[in-house]
């Protein structure tokens, strides 16, 4: 088995400081968290931009400021940054980020609900959009699949050459309007996509960590982070972004899984000669 991939999803576009106020915003808060992840033993640090009154924002001199204060504190950590920003963002809006030239990006796969009356909007030509720009700029991408109809459609798009490079997955599990997180879906999904693919989970609210030491145990790799849940256990509300990655980091010394240095983690996603 290769070895584990965290990735660190530390503040997100939804979550806010009311709901924990470990969520980061200011430009010190993100780099303080995304450290602290990192030293736990995360190796992709997957970015949104906020504020300072913690609105969401794909201004690309924003996310260049927290890509640099987070480089100068992990030199070495990939980061990859969220094209899929905050729902209600135009495509363009969205892609701004890409200016900045990150290292990996994210290519969101499908159209879902988002709870309530939000609509997480990704049409076919959007996907098609999002990934020509991003195999021109030279940017790798990981598909975030929220059901099993987003992984149909880069298959489709894998034929046409639009997706390239090497293929990595995202089930994002856990979304309300997407698919829940239990062990049979997991298991769908996994096994609907190339074999010559990796995947990694991020599992959504009660699922992030039973969707963790799923994916360790079946040789795939990680998301945790505040983005994606507030709590360390139960009622029990996680203190930082480095406490939801220590335990993962337990999760795959319990099943004998070695965590990857940022290093390790672009050799296995094939992202080294970029
Ligand atoms: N904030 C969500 C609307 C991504 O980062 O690419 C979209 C999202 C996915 O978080
Ligand atoms: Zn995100």
């Known amino acids: 088995m290769d070895k584990l991939i965290i990735t660190c999803a530390i503040t997100g576009a939804e979550v806010t400081k009311d709901m924990n106020p470990a969520v980061?915003?200011?430009?010190d808060e993100m780099a303080e968290s995304a450290f602290g992840a990192y030293q736990a033993g995360a190796s992709i640090i997957h970015l949104h931009a906020r504020l300072d009154d913690g609105t969401p924002t794909q201004n690309k001199d924003r996310f260049k400021e927290i890509h640099d204060a987070i480089k100068k504190k992990?030199?070495?950590?990939?980061?990859q940054v969220s094209t899929g920003g905050a729902v209600g963002m135009s495509r363009d809006e969205r892609l701004d980020v890409l200016h900045i030239l990150p290292e990996m990006a994210t290519l969101d796969c499908g159209t879902l609900n988002f709870g309530g009356d939000?609509?997480?909007?990704n049409t076919e030509n959007d996907i098609q959009y999002f990934a020509t720009k991003m195999n021109q700029m030279n940017v790798r991408y990981e598909m975030e699949c929220f059901e099993k109809g987003h992984i149909d459609t880069t298959l489709r798009f894998i034929k046409k050459d639009v997706i390239q490079?090497?293929?990595h997955y995202s089930f994002v599990l856990g979304v309300r309007g997407g698919?829940?997180?239990?062990?049979?879906?997991?298991?769908?999904?996994?096994?609907s996509i190339p074999?010559?693919?990796?995947?990694?989970?991020?599992?959504?609210?009660?699922?992030?960590?039973?969707?963790?030491?799923l994916s360790i145990q079946h040789g795939g790799h990680v998301r945790v982070g505040l983005e994606d849940n507030l709590y360390i256990e139960k009622g029990v509300l996680a203190r930082s972004n480095q406490e939801l990655v220590e335990k993962v980091v337990a999760l795959a010394k319990k099943h004998n899984r070695t965590v990857a240095t940022p290093q390790e983690a672009r050799r296995i996603l094939e992202m080294e000669n970029r």
């Open 24 to 27: 980061p915003y200011t430009v």
């Open 74 to 79: 992990c030199p070495d950590v990939i980061i």
């Open 118 to 121: 939000d609509i997480f909007v």
């Open 165 to 167: 490079h090497h293929l």
């Open 179 to 191: 698919m829940t997180g239990e062990e049979r879906d997991f298991l769908f999904l996994k096994d």
């Open 195 to 213: 074999e010559n693919a990796t995947f990694s989970v991020a599992g959504i609210g009660k699922y992030e960590f039973s969707l963790a030491e």
